[in-house]
């Protein structure tokens, strides 16, 4: 009978999450971009324990080993972007394209060089900074008929806490059964500033970027906090883990700015047509690690690594479709300094590899996102250090 309680209250505990209270907004999620996970398909609900655990799920903070960060880089970049900002030839085909009816989504995306931290006990502590610049393209005759870009760009800056603790729930008795549940809040300052109806010249000769934010983007910051909560189970190999993001935070009101002082606002008058909120969303997930391969030696094949997860599972506007909110991961450690991954993400596949050399590691992923009706090829390369 014991067993039983057990079992109904791990169903019920996930259940939760499921039927949490969800309200709908449209602001960006505070989460960088690691290049590593994205060659997984960006699946880390399960199977994580690094630094980048807090952002994932707070839950498997315990299964992360005591240490510091030093350094993280990240640059991803679209095919988009390159065609834009590469020879004029080139921009004369992607006009030419985009006049017929093709669309196309494209970002820059940087994160770090701040990114330190530490992990002590079952609490970890990450100071973190990330940009992000989308734009997406089409036809318009209005208000002249050309082809325009829709261009926003964030820039987050915050810290981010969370902590875990184990339940004291047994299902089958094993010493190798965990159950925990996680916490985070991140704190942080957001830059946002957005044109809708650029002319897509204007944006390939834009000159001085700076100029270019201040007379054209509309700069403005805001200062919010937001919080998230998530569950883990793992019995021996088999792990699932359930997270409900910005389960509750503050609401964003943008203030302007002036370049390059960016900590303050220039006036206390509220842009209205910024004003929103972080958007709660869900996400859950399995994963089974085969830590032996029949007879090979672990010191030339290891941790063969296989997930599944659902996420962004209400956000309907840039991921309408199903298999837009699937993604499937596998990775595997070769001679116990390489790691191959393979990923499925927002109804693309994605690639990536890593070169760990003491404390410092080096990744690079390939993929394809379809983000709307649109797909974006992209790449990244990251540089880390942990100890």
Same mark, same amino acid.
């Given at each position: 009978?014991?067993?039983?309680?057990?079992?109904?209250?791990?169903?019920? @505990?996930?259940?939760?999450?499921?039927?949490? +209270?969800?309200?709908?907004?449209?602001?960006?999620?505070?989460? &960088?971009? @690691?290049?590593?996970?994205?060659?997984?398909?960006? $699946?880390?609900?399960?199977?994580?324990?690094?630094?980048?655990?807090?952002?994932?799920?707070?839950?498997?903070?315990?299964?992360?080993?005591?240490?510091?960060?030093?350094?993280?880089?990240? %640059?991803?970049?679209?095919?988009?972007?390159?065609?834009?900002?590469?020879?004029? /030839?080139?921009?004369?085909?992607?006009?030419?394209?985009?006049?017929?009816?093709?669309?196309?989504?494209?970002?820059?995306?940087?994160?770090? &060089?701040?990114?330190?931290? @530490?992990?002590?006990?079952?609490?970890?502590?990450?100071?973190?900074?990330?940009?992000?610049?989308?734009?997406?393209?089409?036809?318009?005759?209005?208000?002249? $008929?050309?082809?325009?870009?829709?261009?926003?760009?964030?820039?987050?800056?915050?810290?981010?806490?969370?902590?875990?603790?184990?339940? +004291?729930?047994?299902? $089958?008795?094993?010493?190798?059964?965990?159950?925990?549940? *996680?916490? =985070?809040?991140?704190?942080?300052?957001?830059?946002?500033?957005?044109?809708?109806?650029?002319?897509? $010249?204007?944006?390939?000769?834009?000159?001085? &970027?700076?100029?270019?934010?201040?007379?054209?983007?509309?700069?403005?910051?805001?200062?919010?906090?937001?919080?998230?909560?998530?569950?883990?189970? =793992?019995?021996?190999?088999?792990?699932?883990?359930?997270?409900?993001?910005?389960?509750?935070?503050?609401?964003?009101?943008?203030? &302007?700015?002036?370049? +390059?002082?960016?900590?303050?606002?220039?006036?206390?008058?509220?842009?209205? *047509?910024?004003?929103?909120?972080?958007?709660?969303?869900?996400?859950?997930?399995?994963?089974?690690?085969?830590?032996?391969?029949?007879?090979?030696?672990?010191?030339?094949?290891?941790?063969?690594?296989?997930?599944?997860?659902?996420? /962004?599972?209400?956000?309907?506007? /840039?991921? +309408?479709?199903?298999?837009?909110?699937?993604?499937?991961?596998?990775?595997?450690?070769?001679?116990?300094?390489?790691f191959l991954r393979l990923g499925f993400l927002h109804g693309s596949f994605a690639f990536g590899i890593g070169y760990q050399f003491?404390?410092?590691?080096?990744?690079?992923? %390939?993929?394809q996102e379809k983000i709307g009706r649109n797909t974006m090829t992209n790449w990244g390369i990251q540089f880390r250090m942990e100890?």
């Open positions: 009978m014991k067993k039983w309680n057990s079992i109904l209250f791990l169903f019920f @505990f996930f259940v939760f999450f499921l039927f949490s +209270p969800l309200s709908y907004a449209r602001e960006k999620n505070i989460f &960088p971009t @690691f290049i590593d996970y994205i060659g997984k398909g960006n $699946t880390g609900i399960t199977h994580t324990s690094d630094l980048r655990t807090v952002f994932y799920n707070p839950a498997c903070i315990l299964n992360v080993e005591n240490g510091f960060y030093l350094f993280d880089f990240t %640059f991803a970049n679209s095919k988009l972007l390159n065609e834009i900002y590469s020879a004029k /030839d080139n921009l004369s085909s992607l006009t030419n394209r985009i006049r017929t009816g093709e669309n196309f989504f494209g970002y820059i995306n940087l994160s770090g &060089p701040l990114y330190v931290g @530490f992990k002590v006990s079952n609490i970890q502590l990450v100071v973190f900074h990330t940009l992000n610049i989308d734009v997406s393209t089409y036809f318009s005759f209005l208000p002249y $008929t050309d082809v325009y870009a829709n261009i926003n760009i964030i820039d987050d800056i915050g810290a981010a806490a969370g902590f875990s603790f184990p339940l +004291p729930i047994e299902i $089958t008795g094993s010493k190798w059964e965990k159950l925990y549940w *996680g916490f =985070s809040t991140k704190i942080f300052q957001r830059i946002k500033g957005k044109n809708t109806a650029i002319h897509l $010249t204007d944006m390939a000769n834009m000159g001085n &970027p700076i100029d270019f934010l201040t007379e054209k983007l509309n700069p403005a910051r805001t200062v919010s906090i937001t919080t998230d909560i998530g569950a883990y189970y =793992s019995y021996e190999n088999l792990e699932l883990g359930a997270v409900v993001y910005n389960l509750a935070s503050l609401p964003m009101s943008y203030y &302007p700015i002036k370049i +390059p002082t960016v900590w303050k606002s220039s006036s206390d008058e509220e842009i209205a *047509g910024y004003y929103d909120s972080l958007k709660t969303e869900l996400g859950i997930g399995a994963s089974y690690e085969f830590k032996h391969l029949g007879t090979i030696p672990r010191k030339f094949l290891k941790d063969l690594v296989f997930s599944i997860e659902f996420n /962004d599972l209400f956000n309907n506007t /840039d991921y +309408p479709l199903i298999y837009q909110k699937i993604r499937l991961g596998g990775e595997i450690t070769l001679s116990e300094v390489i003491f404390i410092f590691k080096i990744e690079s992923s %390939f993929w100890f």
